[in-house]
């Protein structure tokens, strides 16, 4: 049995994985400012006595009392809406949040896991992506304030382990999805579920031709938390290396849902990659994880939850 602290624990990603922390025996605290997280996330955890939730931002400090044998640092907005409306923030918890939380696992010497991002390799010129890219990032573009706040998290996180000895890891994650991602999101599936479900037309930016690789939500926590339970320092890419356009995703969700929703098309937001594929040769390697549900499956997963959210008034 652990205690491990799960920043940004109310959010998509943070909620489902304080659930399966619990659900394998470890007792979670979760910290979040609520900026983007949502407390209906863990509705179902707040009367277990295994579970705490702490209303803070990290970027003001972690206050946990008592041991804390790792901690999980997930607190960002995530989507490109979240974070473009919110950039300072996204600034701040990627920086002097992270720091903050690279200082209590190291005060109490328990093992930290960075939730960093396939972001970080930009608009890539190599594909699909290894860890040892190194990316084509703007500094200047409006995704930069998600971009760089990743990649000096990651500076940051490997500087500890240098300089400290602290054990630390790095998740890069690629496009995940699954139920608790909420309808209003902004990210490319909720997007496509929730105007499918309302008749709405499925908006595709640019000509749809840009790929994507998604994974849904179980495999993503799995991977996650292989890694967190290993003593593997390099950043390892935890994502569905299988690829999809964003038309062939839109043409699936419609097939999937039975809509008569039609397809139109956007002008391409900037900055906005071109491609996008985990090489997740290490992760099977070292971890000896790959995912396992499809994006069918998984779609169809999604959109039963969405239509039982839209049923209870929370579209």
Same mark, same amino acid.
């Given at each position: 049995m652990s205690r491990v602290v799960v920043t940004g624990g109310a959010g998509f990603l943070g909620s489902h994985l304080c659930r399966a922390l619990i659900a394998r025996g470890d007792h979670v605290v979760a910290v979040d400012n609520l900026l983007t997280g949502r407390l209906d996330n863990l509705a $179902?955890?707040? $009367?277990?006595?295994?579970? &705490?939730?702490?209303?803070? $931002?990290?970027s003001s400090g972690v206050p946990v009392a008592g041991p804390v044998d790792g901690v999980l640092h997930f607190a960002s907005p995530a989507s490109p809406p979240e974070y473009l409306a919110h950039p300072f923030e996204t600034l701040d918890v990627g920086s002097i949040g992270t720091r903050h939380a690279l200082e209590l696992a190291r005060a109490h010497g328990g093992r930290f896991l960075?939730?960093? !991002?396939?972001?970080?390799?930009? $608009?890539?010129?190599?594909?699909p992506q290894p860890e040892d890219y190194r990316?084509?990032?703007? !500094?200047?573009?409006?995704?930069?304030?998600?971009?760089?706040?990743?990649?000096?998290?990651? !500076?940051? &996180?490997? &500087?500890?382990?240098?300089q400290f000895g602290l054990s630390t890891g790095i998740v890069r994650i690629f496009n995940t999805y699954g139920p608790g991602l909420r309808p209003a999101d902004g990210r490319v599936v909720s997007n496509f579920l929730a105007q499918a479900i309302a008749g709405e037309p499925l908006t595709v930016y640019g000509d749809g031709t840009q790929s994507r690789s998604f994974c849904y939500v179980d495999d993503e926590v799995a991977g996650i938390l292989a890694l967190f339970d290993s003593d593997i320092v390099e950043p390892v890419n935890i994502g569905n290396p299988d690829e999809f356009t964003v038309l062939e995703l839109a043409q699936l969700t419609v097939e999937m849902t039975g809509t008569t929703s039609e397809i139109v098309f956007r002008p391409l937001p900037e900055d906005d990659p071109t491609r996008r594929r985990p090489d997740i040769t290490r992760a099977r390697t070292l971890l000896g994880w790959q995912p396992s549900i499809d994006l069918r499956e998984g779609l169809t997963r999604m959109?039963?939850?969405?239509?039982?959210e839209r049923a209870r008034g929370r579209a």
């Open positions: $179902d955890l707040v $009367d277990r006595p295994e579970f &705490t939730f702490v209303h803070h $931002d990290v960075l939730a960093s !991002t396939s972001e970080i390799y930009g $608009d890539p010129a190599v594909h990316g084509n990032v703007s !500094t200047i573009g409006p995704r930069s304030v998600y971009d760089e706040a990743k990649r000096f998290a990651e !500076t940051l &996180t490997m &500087t500890y382990h240098r959109h039963a939850w969405f239509v039982e």
